[in-house]
T-cell receptor
Framework: GQQLNQSPQSMFIQEGEDVSMNCTSSSIFNTWLWYKQDPGEGPVLLIALYKAGELTSNGRLTAQFGITRKDSFLNISASIPSDVGIYFCAGSTGTASKLTFGTGTRLQVTL | GAGVSQSPSNKVTEKGKDVELRCDPISGHTALYWYRQSLGQGLEFLIYFQGNSAPDKSGLPSDRFSAERTGGSVSTLTIQRTQQEDSAVYLC??????????FGSGTRLTVV
């Protein structure tokens, strides 16, 4: 099935550093979502974006819905060890419709 | 319950056997989804139930895969004549009428 292109695939950063990852699609989406998955668990929603150009924050996380509606980015500021995990972007074309997921960014944080 | 519950959490089966995976969604959530996640990969959409509407089966990889949702609540994903390539984590999610999903912890299926 279709997947969104997410980059980078993996990141190794030091505690306290800022992180940026993005997601691009050839299709337009009406909603962009960012999830985090810990080992052995299902993905957990971090941020939801509903309008093109929207910039939303959730604590140390900031995400933006691209103007073209074909991309989104997620920033994490001042990373901490518990930020370790896999981050997925996802796009939706309608209310509660199926999500198309990105390929994931694996984040590792060193002390 | 408070979250989406999936069972079993792990399943090892022999190639050629049938398996059933269960999902209990959050009470009141009208939408239910099944996704598959292969090792190190993103999530692949399988099937989507919304209320009493006909399910969207467009993601099912073959006719060996089927799913049902009884009474608008519990769902069962059935894989017949399992193959080794079916090995993956099968994730269920439910959603109210808004956009955000809540995922279960998944069933890790290993076909040997």
């Amino acid at each position: 099935g279709q997947q969104l292109n997410q980059s980078p695939q993996s990141m190794f950063i030091q505690e306290g550093e800022d992180v940026s990852m993005n997601c691009t699609s050839s299709s337009i989406f009406n909603t962009w979502l960012w999830y985090k998955q810990d080992p052995g668990e299902g993905p957990v929603l971090l941020i939801a974006l509903y309008k093109a150009g929207e910039l939303t924050s959730n604590g140390r996380l900031t995400a933006q819905f691209g103007i073209t509606r074909k991309d989104s980015f997620l920033n994490i500021s001042a990373s901490i060890p518990s930020d370790v995990g896999i981050y997925f972007c996802a796009g939706s074309t309608g209310t509660a419709s199926k999500l198309t997921f990105g390929t994931g960014t694996r984040l590792q944080v060193t002390l | 319950g408070a979250g989406v519950s999936q069972s079993p959490s792990n399943k090892v089966t022999e190639k050629g056997k049938d398996v059933e995976l269960r999902c209990d969604p959050i009470s009141g959530h009208t939408a239910l989804y099944w996704y598959r996640q292969s090792l190190g990969q993103g999530l692949e959409f399988l099937i989507y139930f919304q209320g009493n509407s006909a399910p969207d089966k467009s993601g099912l990889p073959s006719d060996r895969f089927s799913a049902e949702r009884t009474g608008g609540s519990v769902s069962t994903l059935t894989i017949q004549r399992t193959q080794q390539e079916d090995s993956a984590v099968y994730l269920c999610a439910s959603s109210p009428t808004e956009y955000s999903y809540t995922f279960g912890s998944g069933t890790r299926l290993t076909v040997v």
